[in-house]
């Protein structure tokens, strides 16, 4: 089911909200968008671009992506958590079940069509200390955590992989890889498996636990950035495109479907 009525360009970074407000970004137009449960769609945040990765925080609001990491609060006020001078931004986000942040930092412009530099998976504790886990990222995208916690899961939009990064930090192996497309944004089941949007291919996966692929997905559009799980039971499915064959003209937009797994909850950062 096609959800906006607001035309849009790539959409990215899909959130539930504690109300049932589905929460989104627009890449490259800009801004922070929310559509209430009645399809009403308001701007939480003007003109900020780049956001690839949106994550609740424990105190209300929201933390975004972008040239930096900010924390957006109920009141609308910004507080910035991570800027780098070496990073030419922050991709997605993803946080661990004690409430530290995840964050994929790219450290060159792959759509400037620089030429490719490792970036990093970043991790940051509630006492506002950040620890890079990985460096073998090219291009960071999705991020995930495995059920037990011990697994950081890693999109390498770049090389077509994900990656699996100890959860204390190390060195990575390959999860998986996809034959088509590219692994965007990514979510887990509660069965320990793994679903990722991927890209240009118009489609989502599923891998097992052990790094299988399971099921792949096709949509209608021809570019499926990312997804998450949500709802009362954790079984609705947000998905964020950056097109649609549903109504072609209002550009990227949101599908939502139901799934028969429930999904695994983010948890808020303390960050």
């Known amino acids: 089911m096609a ?15 504690a109300g049932g407000e589905l929460v989104y970004s627009d890449v490259l137009a800009g801004g922070v968008w929310a559509c209430s449960p009645e399809g009403r769609v308001d701007e939480l945040l003007a003109k900020r671009r780049g956001i690839g990765g949106i994550v609740p925080h424990a105190r209300g609001g929201w933390v ?3 040239r930096s990491v900010v924390h957006l609060a109920p009141d609308r006020s910004q507080r910035t958590l991570l800027a780098g001078e070496d990073a030419c931004g922050y991709n997605d986000l993803g946080t661990t079940a004690q409430g530290d942040l995840l964050a994929g930092v ?4 792959p759509l400037a069509g620089e030429p490719e530099t490792p970036g990093r998976l970043v991790r940051m504790a509630g006492d506002g200390s950040p620890q890079v886990l990985n460096d073998d990222g090219i291009w960071p995208n999705g991020i995930g955590i495995s059920r037990d916690g011990e697994t950081l899961y890693l999109s390498d939009y770049a090389r077509k992989v ?3 990064v100890p959860a204390a930090g190390g060195a990575a192996r390959e999860f998986c890889s996809v034959a088509g497309g ?7 089941d509660a069965r320990g498996g793994m ?12 891998f097992s636990s052990e790094g299988t692929l399971e099921e792949t997905i096709s949509l209608p559009a021809g570019f499926v950035s990312s ?10 499915v947000l998905i964020t495109t950056a097109d649609n064959r549903i109504r072609p003209e209002l550009g990227g937009t949101l599908l939502r479907a139901r799934s028969d797994l429930a999904g695994l909850a983010v948890a808020p950062t303390v960050a």
């Not at 959800?3 to 909200?17: I, N, T």
């Not at 590219?182 to 887990?188: E, F, K, R, V, Y």
């Open 227 to 236: 997804l998450c799980f949500g709802g009362a039971d954790m079984r609705d």
């Open 162 to 164: 994900v990656l699996a």
């Open 182 to 188: 590219s692994p965007d944004g990514l979510a887990i």
């Open 3 to 17: 959800v906006l009525e607001h035309p849009h360009g790539l959409l990215e970074a899909p959130r539930f909200g």
């Open 64 to 66: 975004i992506s972008g």
């Open 195 to 206: 679903w990722v949007a991927l890209g240009d291919a118009g489609a989502v996966a599923r």
């Open 106 to 109: 790219l450290r060159y412009r």
